[in-house]
């Protein structure tokens, strides 16, 4: 595809749900990031792969969270037993170089938690 | 830890009335400073990068520049087409994530 493709757009959960994010990245891409962005805030870092090998997981918020790329391409967020306060949007990023500095961003997924 | 601080938090121009935007950072090692857009319900778009103090670039209306201690973002003669919310970011040390600001909301009116 010409860009990074995220789906679904908008998710619902009830609270306690478990929810499973996915992540089609620029072909060739190496480097992969997630990021968590409220509503009126800038984007804030989740965890961030280097083809299949998740280098930095510093930013996930608690271990509900967990992220693969297992293949190198595609990625999944997945988070378990849902809380209100991870309802934001949840922003993928691809960049072709390892460093990752001109990131691609997906349109992202709503996340809402009833 | 790194902070970056945008300022203001809004900004209302009228098509045509030059301003400058402010990105004020405090990182250990800076590698590179971003500035992205992004419009409602979008990801950011990618504009700039810079790399050292005084350095500067420019595309259409915007131009960044950069010293040791902020980034500006200067709009000359916006247009309604440049609304949008600009975010600044840094990359420091051998981190490899960006650290954005919260961003200043731009709209410029007819």
């Known amino acids: 595809g010409a860009g990074v493709s995220q789906s679904p757009r908008y998710k619902v959960a009830k609270r306690g749900q478990d929810v499973a994010l996915r992540c089609d990245p620029i072909s060739g891409h190496v480097s992969l990031f997630w990021y968590q962005q409220a509503l009126g805030q800038g984007p804030e870092f989740l965890t961030y792969f280097q083809n299949e090998a998740q280098l930095d997981k510093s930013g996930l918020p608690s271990d509900r969270f967990f992220a693969e790329r297992p293949e190198g391409s595609v990625s999944t967020l997945k988070i378990q037993r849902t809380q209100q306060e991870d309802s934001a949007v949840y922003l993928c990023?691809?960049?072709?170089?390892?460093?990752?500095?001109?990131?691609?961003f997906g349109s992202g997924t709503q996340l809402s938690v009833l | 830890e790194d902070q970056v601080t945008q300022s203001p938090e809004a900004l209302r121009l009228q098509e045509g009335e030059s301003s400058s935007l402010n990105c004020s950072y405090t990182?250990?090692?800076?590698?590179?400073l971003f500035w992205y857009r992004q419009d409602p319900g979008k990801g950011p778009e990618f504009l700039f990068t810079?790399?050292?103090a005084g350095e500067e670039k420019e595309k259409e209306r915007l131009k960044a520049t950069l010293t040791k201690k902020e980034s500006f973002l200067h709009i000359t003669a916006p247009k309604p087409e440049d609304s949008a919310t600009y975010l600044c970011a840094v990359q420091a040390g051998t981190a490899s994530k960006l650290t954005f600001g919260t961003g200043t909301r731009l709209q410029v009116t007819l």
């Open positions: 990182v250990s090692g800076l590698r590179g």
């Open positions: 810079l790399y050292s």
């Open positions: 990023a691809s960049s072709l170089e390892v460093v990752g500095e001109k990131l691609f």
